[in-house]
């Protein structure tokens, strides 16, 4: 068998329709023409989208594994060997992997087997949902039975990180904060009181505004800003990649600006798409985010947005969980399909697997 190996010229790469995709196939056509840093996007001849880039093995595993491996004798030589050139299925700017339609998951299963795995030593499908409430019962089908089936081909399967979200069940932002404690509640209202002093703008994606490439680079900058400060880099987007987010008039993109006086506060990119908004990037003007508690008062601007547009999920990301659950977050998990060529090494993922599940134990601890 064969496979499109190389990367379609952007102009000829259609916009699949996605199994299981929450974002617009728009934002997937952005991140194979202008991939993350070190990123080779590619897509199979079926329009499944996949990388490959270098990948530091101990990037998801659990703190006291980390330190454990750390302690093994020379690691200081050899922990060079953990960051191996690996393949990963999906995209890093979708929740879920997307799947195109029209492929059955026995057909995507024995493509991912024979003809995507063997090009590296490590590929991973990432983000499989499981019985996602904010999937239809389809797709929620269609990813069961690829899980099913990839496993039972030997891939290992992880428990994936957990997503965090919101069901717009309530009237307005004092009906939520009922459903908390008393203590979350009094430190929420305390952050909140920040609001006041700022002005808050909603810009759509493909405003006049974002022609201005200063005020790309501005924006860019403060989205660099958090990635810095961020414990994981993985994903550097590129400013290519911004560009084309903030001048789609098409995406149903909503840039929600913080203000305070002439000052840019910080920013959040948000996305309306089937009865959802989901939020996909953030960029902060540090110190000064912090002063203004902005990631609590956009956390609540955008809870008032998808109430106001009668909207019924507010999807908050992957990232800091302890974080989301303080603010009142439900969360929904994925798996990932991990494929070992060697054989042998294999069998000790299989072993280890566990250190890789860190939300999955943080979120048993945290609900018990």
């Not at 009922?178 to 703008?201: G, Q, V």
Request: proline share 6%; charged share 20%; hydrophobic share 40%.
């Amino acid at each position: 068998m064969t496979c499109a190996l190389q990367p379609l010229p952007a102009p000829l790469r259609p916009e699949v329709a996605y199994t299981g995709c929450l974002e617009a196939p728009s934002l997937i056509a952005g991140f194979l023409r202008h991939p993350p840093v070190g990123f080779d996007a590619r897509v199979s001849h079926q329009g499944l989208p996949y990388f490959f880039t270098p990948f530091d093995l101990l990037t998801t595993a659990d703190d006291a594994f980390v330190e454990r491996v750390r302690g093994w004798p020379g690691y200081g030589l050899w922990h060079a060997w953990l960051r191996i050139d690996s393949c990963f299925v999906g995209t890093t700017v979708s929740e879920y992997a997307p799947f195109p339609q029209g492929v059955s998951p026995q057909d995507l299963a024995q493509w991912l087997q024979h003809e995507c795995a063997p090009q590296r030593a490590l590929t991973i499908v990432k983000d499989v949902p499981c019985n996602s409430p904010l999937l239809s019962e389809a797709d929620n089908h269609y990813a069961q039975a690829l899980i099913n089936e990839c496993t039972r081909r030997g891939f290992i399967s992880l428990e994936g990180q957990a997503l965090a979200y919101v069901p717009i069940n309530f009237s307005g932002v004092d009906d939520y904060l009922a459903r908390l404690s008393h203590s979350r509640r009094r430190n929420i209202r305390r952050k909140l009181r920040s609001r006041e002093a700022l002005h808050i703008e909603v810009l759509q994606t493909g405003d006049a505004r974002f022609n201005d490439d200063a005020w790309l680079a501005r924006l860019y900058g403060l989205y660099r800003a958090v990635y810095d400060q961020s414990e994981i880099h993985f994903d550097l987007l590129t400013p290519a990649f911004f560009t084309e987010l903030l001048r789609d008039a098409h995406s149903q993109g909503r840039v929600f600006c913080y203000w305070h006086c002439d000052e840019l506060v910080g920013y959040n990119l948000c996305y309306v798409q089937d009865g959802k908004l989901l939020d996909k990037y953030i960029g902060l003007n540090y110190p000064l985010a912090l002063d203004f508690n902005l990631y609590v008062v956009s956390w609540f601007v955008n809870l008032e947005y998808a109430i106001a547009q009668g909207l019924d999920f507010y999807v908050a990301g992957w990232t800091d969980p302890e974080v989301k659950a303080s603010l009142g977050a439900s969360f929904t998990f994925t798996r990932h399909l991990v494929w070992v060529r060697n054989p042998l090494l294999r069998k000790l993922g299989n072993r280890w697997r566990h250190h890789f599940e860190s939300d999955t134990q943080w979120h048993q601890e945290h609900t018990s």
